[in-house]
């Protein structure tokens, strides 16, 4: 399995205020993905995130929104900017871990409230 | 958007019966895999099954896969109340790494 963090693992905004949400891996990993989970449903992907270029982000979400950074093979951010109270959310990241075959694990999440 | 659906919505049974939760996707895939989530936590897998596999055991956990019917089930057998969960199926499909998420199940099991 991984061991994957994330930061915070919940926060309170304000509408119109940005947060960046950490996802540390404890291993290097190719590739890491970001979901979102709105109140009561599944989970849908934002975009993934290679290290070296730039994420590539699902239908419906756009890179003014949903800034990714990927500095080396262990680390990654989503910032959610100009947060509505429709951005409240769990996010999650997720890796691959190849060896094991296509399995992908998860981070513990992070849970957003927009007032 | 989302790969299927998933059912029962909900299913709420007694500790030590059997469940059965089902997955219905639309495209071809590689794998399917199945999650579990307590309370809005972050999910953890327990199982993974390829398209050319037809049935994988896990403790107590069973899992199919019917691919001309394009669907799965998962099976959980002496239920207990620590299974009380929601529990998700996902898959990949061509050359995409992502994890496309069925609706989800909610299971509920009565002490």
């Known amino acids: 399995s991984a061991v994957i963090s994330q930061k915070p693992s919940r926060d309170i905004c304000q509408r119109g205020t940005s947060l960046t949400i950490q996802c540390q891996v404890d291993?290097?990993?190719?590739?890491m993905f970001w979901y979102r989970q709105q109140p009561g449903q599944s989970l849908t992907l934002i975009a993934t995130a290679n290290q070296g270029s730039e994420a590539t982000y699902e239908s419906g979400f756009v890179i003014d929104k949903f800034p990714i950074s990927r500095p080396n093979l262990t680390f990654s951010t989503l910032t959610v900017s100009n947060m509505s109270p429709e951005d409240s959310s769990i996010y999650l990241c997720?890796?691959?871990?190849?060896?094991?075959?296509?399995?992908?694990?998860f981070g513990p999440g992070t849970r957003l409230t927009v007032l | 958007s989302q790969q299927g659906e998933e059912d029962p919505q909900a299913l709420s049974i007694q500790e030590g019966e059997n469940a059965t939760m089902n997955c219905s996707y639309k495209t071809s895939i590689n794998n399917l895999q199945w999650y579990r989530q307590n309370s809005g936590r972050g999910l953890v897998h327990l199982i993974l099954?390829?398209?050319?596999?037809r049935e994988k055991h896990s403790g107590r956990l069973r899992v199919t896969l019917d691919t001309s019917k394009k669907s799965s089930s998962l099976l959980i057998t002496a239920s207990r109340a620590a299974d009380t969960a929601s529990y998700f199926c996902?898959?990949?499909?061509?050359?995409?790494?992502?994890?496309?998420f069925g609706s989800g199940t909610q299971l509920t099991v009565l002490p």
């Open positions: 099954i390829r398209s050319n596999e």
């Open positions: 997720s890796v691959e871990r190849s060896r094991q075959g296509d399995t992908q694990y």
């Open positions: 291993s290097q990993v190719t590739m």
């Open positions: 996902a898959t990949t499909s061509g050359s995409a790494r992502q994890l496309t």
